[in-house]
Every structure is written in structure tokens, then in C-alpha cells.
């Protein structure tokens, strides 16, 4: 039997959807879909649409807005009583925590859950107990993601943020970059990291992740996206924190994304210890490469009004 950690009522699942705003949805469209890989799977309605890469009917939310960023970040608890208890846990800490509105739960191909804003990160967190999983085959002929990875934000106060989201929502540490950055995975989930952040001047987006399933498809995104004009701001490289073959890329609006083949996967009883990792650019790519001045630059955080 899983024991949630360190006094945390309830387990964890997944890093479920990452939801962006997007200023021109055609064009993110056809980046996420036409150079990425992910399938369409909610065709647009009104003025947002839903992208798989998975068994699971939604990896991605694109919302047609003025202003790009991060609209929010879904986690799938493992059942129906976690979800009650993680509310539970985040209303007795003081969390205004409310209902996924009913006019996305159909949209978002779920059960139900809520929403809750961090105010130190500015995010806006949603949970859910279940999301459908289509009997349609996935497309791969471009590229064969295996999921959404992690979602990476940049903040000003990450040592702040960080007490957050380790005492209040759970995450658990995997590395830490001294003064830099933290990675952190969502127990009992085994991957080295489903949510990051980043120390910055500026808060924002940092970056949205997808895991694939071979370094071909690292090689191949690369020439793909090349040859269609699209900026790499990054690799490929391999990142000494979780050991993966990554290449970062700049979406239509300037945010960046990640393909990553490999990652450390952490066993639930007896892990090894967070590392303090040397905050130097060999940490963030062992082969030597450095990131361009757009890297990881673009996304602001969107408010919780975005989610009512
Ligand atoms: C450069 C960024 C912050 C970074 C560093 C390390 C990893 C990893 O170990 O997987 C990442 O995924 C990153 O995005
Ligand atoms: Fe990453």
C-alpha cells in the first residue's frame, strides 16, 4: 500500500495537461500538430482547442488570447478519494480552491475537479481524478512522443516558491541547482521531474516538456524544424540533472519547448537523496553546448481570472 509523503493526504498520478495561451491558435496549431507531432483531439471549439500525445484524450490546451503564456497546469491524483482529499488539504491551508467550470469538463474530456491559485508562482494548479482515453490510434509518423514530460517556470522568489510547492502541494525534490533551480516530481510518480522552476528576474513560462520515445526522434525534430524555419535555442545536449538527450525549440509565439529522450525514474521506497548540483552551464548540458539569448525567455503567467 502507497503512504502519501511527508504529511501529504493524497497521491499523486501524472502531470496531466499543461493549458497556453496562444496570440494567433491557427499558427500554434500547426506548430504543435504539423512540426511537433501531437494530434488534434478536441477540434477547435470556440476559440480553444485540445492536442494528444498520449493514451489520454489531452496533453495540451491551446486558448486563442491576446497575451501568451502559462494559462495553468493540470495534475491527475490516483483516484476519486484523493481528489476529495487533496481539496480537503488545500481549503484547510487556506487555498481558495474551486470547481472546474461544467462548460470545460466535456471540452477537457474529464470527470471533474478544481482549481487552485499559488500565489507566490502565480500559477493556477488544477486536479483531476480521470481523463478519458479515446479508442482512436495516435498518429506518430512525425514523431513518437510517449507523453507530456514537466512544465518549467521562471520566478523571483524561488526559494519562497519552492516551501510552497514542496509543503503545500507535495512535490518532492529530485536536484537542486544552488540559488538557480529545483526540480521536483509528484509522488508516487517515478519520473526526476514533472514541474520545475527556475530563479529569474522576470517570472514566466519557462518551458513546456515532451518525453520521446527515441533519440531518432531528437535527431529528427531537429532537421525537421530546421528545414521548416523554426529557431532551436538549444541543444541537442544532454542535461545532467535527470540524464536526457534534449532539444528546446521556440513555438510560434517565442515559448519554448522541449523534446527529451531518457529520464531518472525514482523508485517509491528508499530514493536516493535531492543532489545540490554545481550551478555552471556544464550542469545544464554535459556536452558542452549554450543555450541562444531567446532560451526559455517568453510566457507570461496568466491570472486566475483566466480559470474561473
Ligand atoms: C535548462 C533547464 C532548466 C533544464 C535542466 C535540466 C533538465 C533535465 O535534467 O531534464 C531539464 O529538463 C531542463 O529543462
Ligand atoms: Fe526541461
Known sequence: MKTPMQG???????????????????????????????????????????LRCDQYAMSLVLYQED??????????????????????????????????????????????GFRVHEPITGVTFEYIDCMVEPPKVLDQSLAKIQRLGHVVIRTNKLDEAWAVMNNDFGLLSSDFVVDKAVWARCYPNPFHHSFAMVKSDSPGLHHVNFMVSEIDDVGRARNRLINAGVDIVFGPGRHM??????LYFLDPDGMTAEFSFGMEEFPEENPREARMLENSAQTMDLWGGMPKPEFCKRGEIAGPEFNE
Open 8 to 50: 501529504l493526504p493524497f497521491l499523486y498520478k501524472r502531470l496531466a495537461y499543461v493549458a497556453l495561451n496562444v496570440t494567433d491558435i491557427n499558427k500554434s496549431i500547426a506548430f504543435y500538430s504539423g512540426q511537433l507531432g501531437l494530434n488534434v483531439h478536441v477540434e477547435r471549439q470556440g476559440e480553444k482547442v485540445g
Open 241 to 246: 540533472p535527470s540524464g536526457s538527450v534534449f
Open 67 to 112: 497575451v501568451a503564456g502559462l494559462r495553468r497546469v493540470c495534475f491527475q491524483v490516483a483516484s476519486t478519494e484523493d481528489l476529495q482529499l487533496a481539496k480537503a488539504h488545500f481549503q484547510s491551508r487556506s487555498y481558495e480552491c474551486w470547481d472546474i467550470p461544467g462548460t470545460e469538463i466535456e471540452f477537457l474530456n474529464i470527470a471533474g
